[in-house]
């Protein structure tokens, strides 16, 4: 493979159509890549093979199972996908840089809130969040899973699926409670996963239980696509930013609002759904007037 034909490649796509047949070892080094892209992309086969306590040969070997001709060609498509997408924002960057180093807490949380909504312009895919939107429009019962921070996600799509008049089934817990809701997941319904750095038992067996039956999956995740992206009808990407720093669901959160909001206009019931909440809202006024 000639990094120089692969301008625009999607490194992440590349890891995920070869990761099942990767060793352990080469499993190490993806699971490094697809969480320091950027570091990476400018160290060399030594610095990354002392960092994961690897040979060099076993770099080698990583990069040409990936198809690159050697490790510097892989090591060159890393940097091209550094550069474009330092590139498409470098302006906004700049300012945002100058911010971060006068500004207080709550302006460096701002800026970094923008940096990251800068990036998901190019990160999320449009063809994925069309199809997705496609997906959730006319499914009766949506299950939606998703653990720890992720459950105030989870209940802002219950509260606003709700509202549309779907049936929502959450999947915010590992004991045994979590399983029995399984049971009634059929191929007309639909799986939405909210899954951020780490794949969980919960979410495995979830994944592996909506293939069984059929039942088409929405992922929304930062990193996890190249290790269980395959699992998924449709995967839409959400970067939190780095890995070891202080997550943001600013992203996430905005790209479930546009899935809602456009789920809205093409759904004929919804309007109507939400005209009974606001005649429900004031028939439950009268009564607490009344009470009074």
Do not use: W
Request: net charge negative.
């Amino acid at each position: 493979m000639d990094a120089k034909t692969l301008a625009p490649v999607d490194f992440g796509q590349i890891l995920s159509e070869n990761y099942k047949n990767l060793t352990k070892s080469e499993k190490q080094i993806a699971d490094y890549l697809r969480n320091n892209q950027e570091e990476a992309a400018f160290l060399s086969a030594g610095e990354l093979a002392d960092r994961l306590d690897l040979s060099e040969a076993t770099l080698v070997r990583f990069a040409r199972s990936l198809g690159f001709e050697s490790y510097p060609a892989m090591r060159e498509v890393l940097q091209e996908n550094f550069r474009r997408r330092v590139t498409h924002s470098t302006r906004l960057r700049s300012r945002l840089d100058d911010l971060r180093e006068v500004g207080d807490i709550f302006e460096r949380l701002v800026v970094s809130e923008m940096d990251y909504m800068t990036q998901s312009l190019e990160s999320v895919n449009r063809e994925a969040f069309h199809q997705a939107v496609g997906l959730m429009e006319g499914r009766k019962r949506i299950y939606i899973f998703g653990l720890g921070p992720s459950v105030s996600l989870v209940e802002l799509m219950r509260i606003r699926l709700e509202r549309f008049g779907h049936q929502v089934v959450t999947l915010t817990t590992t004991g045994r409670e979590f399983l029995e809701p399984l049971l009634s997941m059929t191929e007309h319904d639909l799986l939405f996963v909210i899954c951020f750095f780490n794949v969980t038992p919960a979410l495995e067996l979830v994944l592996d239980y909506a293939r069984d039956a059929n039942c088409p999956v929405i992922m929304l995740t930062d990193t996890l696509a190249s290790i269980i992206g395959d699992k998924a009808t449709v995967v839409l990407s959400a970067k939190r930013g780095p890995v070891s720093g202080f997550h943001s669901l600013v992203v996430p959160m905005t790209i479930i609002n546009s899935l809602l909001l456009a789920m809205g206009g093409e759904e004929s019931g919804v309007m109507e759904n939400l005209d009974k909440l606001d005649q429900l809202r004031e028939r439950y006024k009268k009564y607490s007037i009344s009470s009074i």
